[in-house]
């Protein structure tokens, strides 16, 4: 175990050398760096001297087996901008822990030069930062997938809505055009929606069009109901349209009660069902 008076030491051996350590480093990720313009290369000089400046100050406390210790509060907020940056930038987990890893080349050469003369004290030295920089290697790609995943579900939840737009018709008609199949997840946007949709125009008719649904089951159906008494709770009924013959024998064979509900085989008759509804209607003028 390393002692706080050889931890002391490190910190200073880093800090005495810091110039050096951090010109073989940074040569070492630039090497690394297969596209890069002036921008990012000179940002990856400015975390390189960041994270080492805070590297050193924070070995001088001693807590050299625990990354969770306040005193490495700056080095853990520093990697986790790099990391969540690297993310949102395309970086890979390994290009992202590379970055702390490629650290140990530089700073063990230094240690070795520093006690020649006390080899326990150098293998003890060594052990001890090699062990840290692996912890906040993997440190670096928890941070990195977590940055990730949540990137992965904000456009999942980006597509989700632009699958589901709901379109105005006619004054006080909206239409929901539905492609695809349809889930729990994406139902409960769709809901989300026609609601607001509804909200937001006044509208009292709403068409939920199933023509680009390519199986109806019954979970899709109890979807489907859901969706429509939220709408009635709003103040709007809804027209199902886009009933293919299949559709209607899966509806019939699954014995979903749809009798409350309009549905026509078209959204175009559905549209004149809601015109009707709301009073208006669409005259062809014919040419002379």
Do not use: Y
Request: a negative charge; charged letters at 20%.
């Amino acid at each position: 175990m390393t002692t706080k008076d050889n931890a002391s030491r490190i910190s200073q051996i880093i800090q005495e050398h810091e110039a050096e350590i951090g010109s073989e480093w940074i040569s070492q990720l630039e090497a690394m760096i297969v596209r890069g313009t002036s921008s990012s290369r000179e940002q990856l000089r400015t975390h390189c001297q960041q994270f080492l400046a805070a590297f050193a100050h924070a070995t001088n406390s001693g807590e050299l087996e625990n990354i969770e210790h306040r005193s490495w509060d700056e080095v853990r907020d520093l990697l986790t901008e790099i990391s969540s940056t690297r993310a949102k930038s395309g970086s890979t987990p390994s290009e992202t822990a590379s970055f702390v890893f490629s650290l140990k080349q530089p700073l063990f050469a230094q240690l070795t030069s520093a006690f020649a003369e006390e080899p326990a004290t150098l293998a003890a030295a060594s052990w001890a930062v090699s062990s840290l920089l692996d912890k906040f290697g993997l440190f670096t790609i928890e941070v990195f997938q977590k940055t990730r995943d949540q990137i992965i579900v904000r456009q999942q939840q980006e597509l989700l809505e632009l699958s589901t737009p709901v379109v105005k018709l006619w004054d006080g008609i909206l239409a929901l055009p539905l492609i695809g199949t349809l889930d729990s997840a994406r139902t409960q946007v769709v809901m989300e929606n026609i609601l607001q949709k509804i909200v937001d125009t006044g509208a009292v008719i709403a068409i939920i069009d199933i023509t680009g649904v390519p199986m109806v089951d019954t979970l899709v159906a109890q979807h489907l109901m859901k969706t429509i008494a939220a709408a009635r709770l709003m103040g709007a009924d809804c027209i199902i349209s886009g009933i293919r013959p299949q559709i209607a024998q899966t509806i019939v064979h699954l014995g979903v009660n749809l009798e409350d509900v309009v549905t026509k085989a078209t959204l175009a008759d559905a549209f004149l069902v809601a015109l009707e509804r709301t009073g208006a209607s669409v005259t062809v003028a014919r040419k002379n």
